[in-house]
C-alpha cells in the first residue's frame, strides 16, 4: 500500500518563499505520476499541479501557472512544491496525490489512487 507524508507547512509571512514535500513510501516514484491539490477554507478541493512519472512533464491549474512549481525526485521518491512569494489566498490544507495511471484531465478532476493525509499552510503576517 503506497503512502505518502507532506511535509514543510506551517505558518508563512506574505511574500516569503514556501516548499512543501511529500514523500511516497511502500513504492518507487517513477511509477507513478505525482501531484498536489491544496483546500482553502470554504472551498472544496482543487487541482494545483502535477508531474509524469519520469519527472520530466509537468501540468498545472492554469490560475496557478507561473508562481508555483511541481517537481519531483524520483531518486529520493519525493514531490516538492514550490510556491514564490506566498499570498493570503494560498491559505490552505494542501495534499498530494499520486496515481499508476492517471493523466492530464483526470488530475484536473481529482480521479487519483492515492492520498495524503493533507498539510496546513497558513499565511498571514
Known amino acids: 500500500q503506497v503512502h505518502l507524508i507532506e511535509s514543510g507547512g506551517g505558518l508563512v509571512q506574505p511574500g516569503d518563499s514556501l516548499t512543501l514535500s511529500c514523500v511516497l513510501s511502500?513504492?518507487?516514484?517513477?511509477?507513478?505520476?505525482m501531484g498536489w491539490f491544496r483546500q482553502a477554507p470554504g472551498q472544496e478541493r482543487k487541482f494545483v499541479g502535477a508531474?509524469?512519472?519520469?519527472?520530466?512533464?509537468?501540468f498545472y491549474e492554469e490560475s496557478v501557472k507561473g508562481r508555483l512549481t511541481v517537481s519531483k525526485n524520483n531518486a529520493n521518491n519525493t514531490l516538492y512544491l514550490h510556491i514564490d512569494s506566498v499570498k493570503p489566498e494560498d491559505t490552505a490544507v494542501y495534499s498530494c496525490a499520486a496515481d499508476e495511471v492517471a493523466y492530464g484531465s483526470a488530475w484536473h478532476h481529482g480521479y487519483v489512487d492515492f492520498w495524503g493525509q493533507g498539510i496546513q499552510v497558513t499565511v498571514s503576517s
Open positions: 511502500a513504492g518507487t516514484a517513477s511509477k507513478y505520476v
Open positions: 508531474v509524469n512519472w519520469s519527472g520530466g512533464h509537468t
